[in-house]
C-alpha cells in the first residue's frame, strides 16, 4: 500500500472509530432515558417546597381565566347543589335561604370534634371546591370547580354520609326508620334521575364512604361510582376495588409534632400500642400480641380509649417511642396509622388486607415496617426483628416521616401536596380508566337502540369524554 493510500486508510478509520462510538454513546443514553425507573421523588414534590394558597379576596369575573401552573394537569370536577340537609345541614348549619353552601369568604360551620373527625373527608373536600371558585391564584391546587357538567372529568356527590352514619343511624323516639336511611335513599333517587348520571351510568361520579358503616344502604346501588374509602374490609370487590375506587387517610386526633427535636436515643419506648385490644374478625391478633409482647421490656402495650385524655397519652406515648404498632381490627385499617405518622413514630403494620393512600405514587417501605399477620405470630419474631434495625436506617425512616406528613394533613384553606390535594390527584389518575369504561360501554350503544335512527338511547357524551 502507498503511503498516499496508507494516510487515506488512517483517516478513515480513526473516522469510523469515532462515529461509532458518538453512536454508542448516544444510543446508551437514550435507553437509559426511556428504561431508567422513576422515583416517587419524581411523581411527588418535596414537602418542603410548599407554597401556601392565595388569599380568598375575591372571585375572578366569569370568562377570566385566573393562573395556574399550566404545566400541571388539574381536575374539573362538578359538584350537585345537594339541599343542605345531605351536607353542611348536618353540622347544624341552616343557610340563608339564597344558596344550599356557606360563604367561604367568612366563618364556614366548624365540624365536630373527638372521634368524627377520623372520616370527616367530604367536609374537607366540598369546602375545597367552594373556594376554588373564590380564590384568585389556582397554583398548587389539583381541582377545580366547574358550573358546567360537560366540561368535568368528573361529577362529585357532597353527601356527607360518615358523619350521618355517626349522628344519625339510630331512630329517634316515635320513627320507625333513621335519618341515614333517609337520606341514603333519597340520594339514590336524586342520583338516579340525573342526566350526568345516565349518560356515565355513575362511572364518572366521587361519592363519599369513609367511614366502613357508612352508605351501608346505598353501597350496593352507587357502586358504578368511585368511592373515597378508609378501606375495602367491608365491601365485596364487585362493590368496591383497588382498581376503581381511592383510598383516603384518616385525619389524625393527635396534634402534629412539628416542633420534634427528638432522635433514636431520645425516645425511650421501643414498641408503643394503645387502643382497643379485644377485637372480632381480623382483629383477633391484636389480644394474641397482647399477651405476646405486655411483659416485654421498653414495650408499652395497653388498652385505651380517647376519653379521660386518652388523646393526650396517646401522643404523648407516640412522640416518645421508636415504633408504633398498626394492627388490623374490625377492619384493615384505622386512624392509628396517621396517628404514628403525625407523631414522627415508625409504623410497624400487621394488616395483611391493608390498602394505603396514593400507594401507586407513594413508597410506604421507606418509612413503614410490614410484617405479615403469620411471622407476627412467631414466638419473638417481632421483637427480634425490631431490636436489630440500625439506628441509621431509623433515622431514615424518621426523617422520611417527616417529609411525607403534610399529605395527611387535612385544612382549610387546604395547601399544595396536603391530604386535600392529594386525594384530588388520586382521583385525577383514575380519569383515564373512566373514559376507557365508558368509551367501551358505548361499543353498541347504537346497535342496541331501540330508536330507529340507530342514535344513542342515552344522553350525549359531555365534551371532554367524547371520541
Given at each position: ?29 437514550a ?10 421523588f ?86 375545597d ?19 358546567n ?18 349522628r344519625?343511624?339510630k ?38 364512604a369513609?367511614?366502613?358503616?357508612s ?10 361510582a368511585i368511592?373515597?374509602?378508609s ?22 386526633v ?35 400480641l ?29 412522640r ?8 388490623a ?16 413514630c415508625?409504623?410497624?403494620?400487621i394488616?395483611?388486607?391493608i ?11 421507606k418509612f ?36 411525607v406528613e ?18 384530588w390527584?388520586?382521583?385525577?389518575r ?5 373514559k ?19 342514535s ?6 359531555p365534551?371532554?369524554l367524547?371520541?
Open positions: 500500500m502507498s503511503k498516499i493510500g496508507h494516510r487515506a486508510y488512517k483517516s478513515w478509520f480513526c473516522w469510523f472509530t469515532v462515529t461509532a462510538a458518538f453512536f454508542v454513546l448516544s444510543w446508551f443514553l435507553f437509559r432515558s426511556t428504561s431508567q425507573p422513576r422515583t416517587e419524581d411523581v411527588l414534590p418535596d414537602s418542603k417546597f410548599v407554597r401556601a394558597p392565595e388569599s380568598a379576596g375575591g372571585a375572578a369575573p366569569n370568562g377570566n381565566l385566573r393562573k395556574c401552573d399550566k404545566t400541571k394537569p388539574i381536575l374539573k370536577v362538578f359538584m350537585y347543589d345537594l339541599p343542605v340537609e345531605f351536607h353542611f345541614g348536618l353540622l347544624g348549619w341552616k343557610g340563608d335561604g339564597k344558596s344550599v353552601w356557606p360563604d367561604v369568604h367568612g366563618e364556614v360551620p366548624r365540624y365536630p370534634g373527638g372521634l368524627n373527625l377520623q372520616h370527616s373527608i367530604g367536609y374537607w373536600l366540598t369546602l371546591l367552594l373556594y376554588s371558585n373564590v380564590v384568585e391564584n389556582l397554583s398548587g391546587r389539583s381541582a377545580v370547580r366547574v358550573r357538567s360537560s366540561e368535568a372529568d368528573v361529577v362529585f356527590v357532597p353527601f356527607f354520609s360518615s358523619l350521618c352514619y355517626n344519625h343511624s331512630p329517634k323516639p316515635g320513627e320507625k326508620r333513621s335519618l341515614n336511611v333517609e337520606l341514603q335513599e333519597k340520594l339514590v333517587s336524586f342520583l338516579k334521575d340525573q342526566e350526568e348520571w345516565k349518560r356515565s351510568d355513575g362511572k364518572d361520579h366521587v361519592v363519599l369513609h367511614h366502613p358503616n352508605l351501608i344502604d346505598a353501597r350496593s346501588k352507587l357502586w358504578p368511592y373515597i374509602l378501606d375495602f374490609g367491608r365491601y365485596p370487590p364487585t362493590i368496591a376495588n383497588v382498581e376503581k375506587d381511592v383510598i383516603a387517610p384518616y385525619m389524625h393527635v396534634k402534629t409534632y412539628s416542633d420534634d427535636t427528638s432522635d433514636f436515643d431520645s425516645r425511650p419506648t421501643l414498641l408503643y400500642f394503645q387502643g382497643s385490644i379485644y377485637r372480632k374478625d381480623g382483629g383477633v391478633i391484636r389480644q394474641e397482647y399477651y405476646m409482647l405486655r411483659n416485654e421490656s421498653n414495650v408499652h402495650f395497653t388498652f385505651g380509649t380517647v376519653q379521660k385524655g386518652g388523646i393526650t397519652q396517646a401522643s404523648n406515648g407516640m416518645s417511642s421508636k415504633y408504633c404498632l398498626n394492627i381490627g374490625d377492619t384493615p385499617s384505622s386512624n392509628r396509622l396517621f396517628d404514628a405518622i403525625a407523631s414522627h415508625v409504623p410497624v403494620i394488616s395483611d388486607e390498602e394505603l393512600p396514593y400507594e401507586d405514587v407513594l413508597d410506604y417501605s413503614c415496617i410490614f410484617v405479615r399477620t403469620s411471622d407476627a405470630l412467631k414466638e419473638n419474631f417481632l421483637m427480634n426483628l425490631v431490636k436489630n434495625i440500625t439506628k441509621e436506617k431509623w433515622t431514615a425512616m424518621w426523617n422520611r416521616l417527616k417529609e403534610l399529605f395527611y394533613e387535612y385544612q382549610y384553606p387546604s395547601q399544595e401536596n396536603d391530604a386535600v390535594q392529594m386525594i390527584q388520586a382521583i385525577l383514575k380519569v383515564h380508566a373512566i376507557r369504561k365508558i368509551h367501551r360501554d358505548r361499543r353498541y350503544s347504537r346497535a342496541n337502540s331501540r330508536g330507529g335512527d340507530g344513542f338511547a342515552s344522553a350525549s357524551l365534551r371532554n367524547s371520541l
